[in-house]
């Protein structure tokens, strides 16, 4: 566990603290303040990851401890990108505590200071093409599961912001939560972004296996649950688009996305099969 590493984690935690202390007391802070502290942990962040990079020698996105790193990464990476065109207060008290739990997983799990496997590093460094597509790949993949992260944290501010007002709470939750238009509008934005991301990872995932070994779809665990995960999303914005479906149907749907994106990721991989990465 680098310096780097413990001192982007230390920035996450006070960001989070931060974030949750101003939602508890409605203070009235500047955004301002918040940003500061997640952009810190960022630089270091993205300094940690280019430092593991140099190390490994490889873009280091092979197993769940390096995968994990990167999605923390990519998650805070996607909400400072969004947060200045959409300034949700709450957003922040919902992703942090992912951003945490992502980052301070990868350091709990154990670190492989093994060499990759052959059929890995044969598959990344079979030809100049090979070597360029496989980072693009996972890092579209990657950032797509971080825009369906936030749509997912969208979907679930929106259902207890309607629950409070169903059951006409209007107390410190309620005044503290965006408007269910801001937490459907920001969700349906995530969920474009990130559909249109999973599918250029796929592309260029099924360009990766043409060029590695002349096959473009191998049958593995792993190629069948993003095929199912980009499906999922595929049937959320088309119903989104021709049925006009809204709010509360969309922010359930989002939930079973980030599950079907959860499983796509660990549960895949456990299942074995060709995909020894991710």
Same mark, same amino acid.
């Given at each position: 566990m680098g310096i780097l590493q413990?001192?982007?984690?230390?920035?996450?935690? !006070?960001?989070?603290?931060?974030?949750?202390? =101003?939602?508890?007391?409605? +203070?009235?802070?500047? &955004?301002?303040?918040?940003?500061?502290? =997640?952009?810190?942990?960022?630089?270091?962040?993205?300094? +940690?990851?280019? +430092? !593991?990079?140099?190390?490994? !020698?490889?873009?280091?996105? =092979? &197993?769940?401890?390096? $995968?994990?790193?990167?999605?923390?990464?990519?998650?805070? !990476? *996607?909400?400072?990108?969004?947060? *200045?065109?959409?300034? $949700?207060?709450?957003?922040? =008290?919902?992703?942090?505590?992912?951003? *945490?739990?992502?980052?301070?997983?990868?350091?709990?799990?154990?670190?492989?200071?093994?060499?990759?496997?052959?059929?890995?590093?044969?598959?990344?460094?079979?030809?100049?093409?090979?070597?360029?597509?496989?980072?693009i790949h996972v890092a579209l993949v990657i950032f797509s599961y971080a825009a369906f992260i936030v749509t997912f944290v969208c979907g679930v501010m929106y259902l207890i912001q309607e629950h409070e007002l169903k059951a006409k709470r209007f107390g410190a939750a309620f005044q503290r939560m965006p408007a269910l238009n801001t937490c459907d509008e920001v969700g349906y934005r995530s969920l474009s972004v990130g559909f249109v991301l999973l599918t250029l990872g796929v592309v260029t995932g099924i360009a990766w296996n043409n060029q590695r070994d002349g096959r473009y779809w191998h049958n593995d665990p792993k190629e069948v649950m993003a095929l199912v995960t980009w499906l999922v999303y595929l049937f959320i914005m088309h119903y989104r688009l021709m049925a006009g479906w809204r709010g509360r149907r969309v922010a359930w749907l989002s939930i079973v996305g980030f599950l079907v994106v959860m499983f796509t990721w660990l549960g895949a991989r456990a299942m074995g099969g060709y995909h020894v990465f991710g």
């Open positions: 413990i001192t982007a984690l230390t920035f996450y935690l !006070g960001a989070m603290l931060y974030s949750l202390y =101003v939602f508890a007391t409605k +203070a009235v802070r500047p &955004n301002r303040e918040l940003q500061w502290i =997640v952009w810190l942990g960022f630089i270091t962040h993205t300094a +940690a990851i280019l +430092a !593991g990079w140099r190390q490994a !020698g490889y873009f280091p996105v =092979v &197993n769940p401890r390096e $995968v994990s790193w990167f999605i923390s990464w990519a998650i805070v !990476g *996607y909400f400072l990108l969004t947060s *200045y065109r959409h300034p $949700v207060r709450a957003l922040p =008290v919902f992703l942090l505590p992912l951003v *945490y739990l992502f980052a301070l997983v990868s350091m709990i799990l154990p670190d492989n200071t093994e060499p990759l496997p052959d059929l890995l590093e044969g598959a990344i460094t079979a030809n100049a093409f090979t070597e360029i597509i496989f980072p």
